[in-house]
C-alpha cells in the first residue's frame, strides 16, 4: 500500500462496453467458518434485501479521515498511521458515512477520531452499518517490534504469532479492527524494496510465517478483545517485479507461479485469514486488480476463499495506466467483475458502479455478493454489536509489551561471520565480546539513530521509544567501568570524510571498534528499489578506514534487504545482520554481543557477492552445464568456459539461505530414512500421510547452550519437470547445551515430495529423492530413496 499520493490519476474521457460476464459466485466450501455461518448468512440476507443501490456501493468503498467536518476535542484524534492526502475528486468521508454510503476506512486510527466516524455511520443512517477501520499496522502498532524479513529470520512461527497478537491488542485500543498484514509475497530479489516486509525468498518457510500471523492477529474467533481482521498480500506474485523495480510487471509460467508463489497465500487462506489484498502488478499481461484468474479460478474457486479482496491503494483508477481501461467505467467494471470488493481511495466504484449497474454492465448479483463478503466480515468482527472503541487507548511503547519486542530482535539477529581478530596467534573467535573489555569505540550513523531503528511501516511509533545502541552501551559502560567512545564518523547517505579522522582515532585508543553501518529506514519499504546494494554513502570508505588501523572491528549492518558485504567479508571478522530491529533495538543488540544470549538466527534470503547476481535464491533448477567436476579425467568434466557461470563472480552467494552462526558449534550424524522406497500411487491416494521419516542427531559440540535451528532439504531427480537442487521441507528451533544431542525428525509425505507436472497438476510420480539435513541450505548430509509406481 502506498503512504502517500500526492496527485491523482486523471481517467481518460471515453470507454468501452463489454459484455455482461456471469455474476461471480463460488459454488466451492467455504475455507472460513467464522465468517459463514448460518446465523451470519440470514443477518446478511436481512440487510441486503433492505439496502439500496447507493448503500450496496457505499459498502464496496473506502476512504481517509478527510477535514471537512472537525474532529473531535476529546480522545486521540490521531489521523494516519503514515501520511496519507485528502480523499480523492473532493469526497467528504465524514458525509459519506452519515449517508451509510462508505464501508470502511483507511489508516484512520485513534479512539476520538474512529468513534467520531463510526457515530456518523451508525447514529446517523437508517440501517445503522458500522464502518471497518483498516490500518497498515505490519510488525507493531505502538510497540515496535523487528522488521518482518528480521522476526522470519527467526525461523520461529510461534513468536511471530505472539507478536502478531501484540500488534492486533495494541491496535484495537485505538479502533482498529482490520490491518493490512501479513505480506506473504516470495521476495528473490534483493533489488526490491518491500523484501523488508516479506518472509524471504522460499515458500515452505514463507507459508510456515503465513499462518503464524494470521493464527496472531486473528486469534480463535474475529470477535475476541485484541483480535483483528488480518488481509493477506499482495495477491499475487508481487514479490516477482521485474528488475526488483517497484510496482512493475510480473510475468512467469503457471508451473513455476503455483510451486513457488502461491502457497505462502494459500496457507493463509487455510489458516482463516479474513481477506485479501490485490497487488498492483500485472501478472501475464493480466493486472492484478482485474485478473480473473487470481481472483476467480484461484483464490475463490479452487481455495474456497469467502472474504472480502480490497484492493491496494488506487489500483483500479491505475487500471487505465496500465492500459486495460480506457476509462474509470471499464476499470471498474474489470476490477469487480474479477473479484476486487473494496475500492481502496480510487473514487471509481462510488462514482461508476450505479450507472454500470443500471445499464447492466455489472450485473446486480455481482455487487450483491461484494456487500455479502464485506457484511459478513463486519458480523464476524462483532462490530455490529458493539461499534465504538472505548477503554484505556495504548498510545506509546508498552513495558509489559518491551520483554517480547526484545526477544523478538534477540531471535532475529544474524550472525554472518564471527572469525578471531587475528589468524596468528590462534584465538577464539571476535564475539561474544570479553565482558572485561575497557576501551570500546561504538563508530557509524545508525549507532544512535532512534527513528532508522523502527524500519519502514512502523506503526504509530514514537521515536522516543527506542532504545538506542549507544544509549545501552553507555549504561553497560558505566556498570562495568569501561570507556565507551562515540563518534558518527559520517551520515548515513553521506559524502563528507570530515568526520573520519575523529572516528579512526577512537578506534586507535579502543581495544575493539563496533561500527553501525547500512540503510535509512526509508532505503527499504515501498517505493525503495535500488540497483546498486552496496553500503550507501561513504560508509564503506568510513568501514575501510577503520579496518587499517588493525583494530578488531565489528560490523553491524541495518538493513531491509540482503546488502553486497563482499569486501567486508574479506577484511572483517565479526559480520552481524541486525535488520531494522525496534523499540528494543539497544538491549537486544548489546545482550547479543557480550554473549548475554546466543544469536540464533538464520538468513531467509541469500546475501548476494555483487548485485548483478540478483535475484539470486537457494532452491534454482539446474541447467545442463552445470559448475561440477574440475578434475578433466571426470567423465563429467565440461570445460570451465562452456559451463553456467559468471566470468568475474563465483554462482553461489556469499551467505546463502539459511545460513547464520551462533557462539557454539553443532555436529550433525548421518541421515537415517525410514524406508528406502515409497509408492507414488499411495502417496497419491492418501495425501494426508506421511509415510517417510527422516532423521538426523544433533550434537552440540561447543562450549555453551544454543540453539540451532535444523533443516530438512528434498531433491527430486527423475521426474516429468525440472525440479530444483533443493527445496526446504521441514525446520526445527532446538536449543541444547554443551554434549547435549537430540535427535530430529521430519515427517515427509504428499506435501513434501509432490511437485507440479507438465499438466501443472500436483503429483508425485515414480522419482529418485535426496533428502538433507543439516544448518543451512548448502548442506550435504544426506540419504537417497526411491518412490516407485
Known sequence: M?????????????????????????????????????????????????????????????????????????????????????????????????????????????QGLTNHFQHAAVDNTRLHIPLLFGADVIHGFRTIFPVPLATASSWDPDLVADLAHLAAIEARTAGVDWVYSPMVDIARDARWGRCTESAGEDPYLGSAIARAYIRGYQQESLSAPGSVAASVKHFAAYGAAEAGREYNTTDMSELLLRQVYLPPYHAAVEAGAATVMSSFNSLNGVPATANPFLMQTILRDEWGFDGPVVSDYTAVMELTHHGIALDAGVASQKALMAGVDIDMMSHYYDAELPALVKSGRVPMPVVDEAVRRVLRLKFALGIFEHPFTDGPEVTGAVAEHRPLARRGAEESLVLLQNNPAT????????????????????????????????????????????????????????????????????????????????????VQNSDVAILALGESSDMSGEAAARAHLDLPGNQQQLLEAVVATGKPVVLLIFSGRPLVLDWAAQHVPAIMEVWFPGVETGPAIAGTLFGDVAPSGKLTMSFPRAVGQEPLYYNQLPTGRPIQHADPAHPGYVEMKYVSRYLDVPNDALFPFGHGLTYSTFGYSGVSLSAQSLSSASLMLDQKNQPM????????????????????????????????????????????????????????????????????????????YTVFIGGSSTTTNAAHFTTTP
Open 423 to 506: 589468524p596468528n596467534p590462534p584465538q577464539d573467535a571476535l564475539l561474544p565480546l570479553n565482558p572485561a573489555t575497557k576501551r570500546i569505540a561504538l563508530i557509524g550513523p545508525l549507532a544512535d539513530d532512534s527513528s532508522d531503528m523502527v524500519g519502514a511501516w512502523s506503526g504509530a511509533n514514537n521515536f522516543g521509544d527506542v532504545r538506542t545502541l549507544r544509549a545501552t552501551m553507555a549504561e553497560r559502560a558505566q556498570q562495568s567501568g569501561a570507556i565507551l567512545t562515540y563518534e558518527k564518523g559520517t551520515e548515513i547517505s553521506g559524502t563528507s570524510d570530515s568526520g573520519f579522522a575523529a572516528a579512526v582515532a577512537a
Open 693 to 768: 521419516v527422516a532423521t538426523a542427531t544433533v550434537t552440540n559440540t561447543g562450549k555453551r547452550r544454543a540453539t540451532e535451528i535444523v533443516q530438512c532439504y528434498v531433491n527430486v531427480r527423475g521426474a516429468s519437470t525440472e525440479q530444483p537442487v533443493r527445496n526446504l521441507k521441514g525446520f526445527a528451533r532446538i536449543t541444547l547445551d554443551p554434549g547435549q544431542s537430540q535427535a530430529v525428525h521430519f515427517p515427509l509425505g504428499f506435501g513434501e515430495l509432490s511437485f507440479y507436472n507438465v499438466k501443472v497438476q500436483r503429483v508425485v510420480e515414480p522419482a529418485d
Open 2 to 110: 502506498t503512504k502517500c499520493r500526492s496527485t491523482l490519476f486523471a481517467a481518460l474521457s471515453f470507454s468501452v462496453v463489454l459484455s455482461p460476464a456471469p455474476a461471480q459466485v463460488s459454488h466451492v466450501p467455504p475455507s472460513n467458518p467464522q465468517l459463514v455461518t448460518p446465523q451470519i448468512e440470514r443477518k446478511v440476507d436481512g440487510l441486503l434485501e433492505q439496502m439500496t443501490l447507493d448503500e450496496k456501493i457505499g459498502q464496496l468503498v473506502q476512504y481517509s479521515a478527510t477535514e471537512a467536518h472537525p474532529a473531535p476535542t476529546t480522545g486521540n484524534t490521531t489521523t494516519a498511521l503514515n501520511v496519507n492526502p485528502p480523499a480523492p475528486g473532493g469526497v467528504d468521508s465524514y458525509e459519506l458515512a452519515q449517508k451509510g454510503q462508505l464501508g470502511s476506512m483507511l489508516n484512520t486510527v485513534g
